[in-house]
């Protein structure tokens, strides 16, 4: 990809990416590097160029297959929870869509596992993350509700589809020491929650009412 193209014009330029960016303060995203990060990125690249104009927009937009990017005040939220508490080493992402969580993500933490279980979309995602040269994202197709087993343990886990409830698998692949979990849970009224994990014991926190596709079983290729 062009460097100009990275960059952005007019709706995806810099000063359309700042308001975003303040917007998203305003909204209550406090952690410098979240926002620093998600400054820098050119979401409009994760997009189909008829919706590019729209990217800064603080929306879901669509990737096809019937999936969507999070609307970046979630893409926010998420990171900035599942990083309070310290930098983390490795982070397990559960549906990888169009690669734009996973960009976030690589930049702020040492390496990143991400699965996507629709393989179209994991190889858009994978020509997007090479041209923005992100080399510590590493990506499988798979269903990710059984987490990635021999990458664990995992310092966050963070999924960005919604099961009807939490599944085990991804609570045993979590740090036993202060392992975070973040993910959207429910069917029709889904909360987003945070889960810590000391040793056995995992406190649960929900932080706030979300919209996530769901969770489904199985790869699509
Ligand atoms: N993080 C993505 C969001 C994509 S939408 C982004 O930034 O674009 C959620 C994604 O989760 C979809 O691509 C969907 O195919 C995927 N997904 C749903 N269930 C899954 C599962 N069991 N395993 C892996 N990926 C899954």
Redesign the pocket.
């Known amino acids: 990809m062009r460097d100009a193209e990275l960059k952005g014009i007019g709706m995806t330029s810099r000063r359309t990416r700042d308001r975003l960016i303040n917007r998203l303060a305003q909204q209550g995203i406090e952690s410098a590097d979240v926002l620093d990060v998600m400054r820098e990125l050119p979401r409009h690249i994760?997009v189909d160029e008829a919706l590019a104009q729209r990217a800064y927009e603080d929306t879901a937009l669509p990737?096809g297959?019937n999936?969507?990017?999070?609307q970046p005040y979630i893409?926010a939220r998420m990171t900035e929870a599942l990083l309070a508490d310290g930098p983390l080493n490795s982070v397990l992402?559960?549906?990888?869509?169009?690669?734009?969580?996973t960009a976030v993500l690589a930049q702020l933490v040492n390496k990143v596992y991400s699965?996507?279980?629709?393989k179209p979309?994991q190889e858009k995602a994978r020509v997007r993350l090479r041209r923005l040269a992100i080399r510590n994202a590493h990506l499988k197709l798979s269903?990710?509700?059984m987490g990635w087993p021999v990458m664990a343990p995992f310092d966050g886990i963070m999924a960005?589809?919604a099961p009807g409830k939490v599944p085990v698998e991804l609570l045993e692949q979590l740090s036993e020491d202060g392992g975070r979990l973040v993910i959207p849970v429910g069917d029709h009224h889904q909360e987003l929650l945070l889960v810590v994990r000391h040793g056995q014991a995992f406190s649960q926190e929900v932080l706030e009412p979300v919209r996530f596709?769901p969770?489904?079983?199985g790869v699509v290729r």
């Open positions: 994760f990737i297959h999936q969507t990017l999070s893409v992402e559960v549906g990888t869509g169009s690669g734009y969580q699965v996507e279980r629709i979309l269903d990710g509700t960005t589809a596709v969770m489904l079983s």
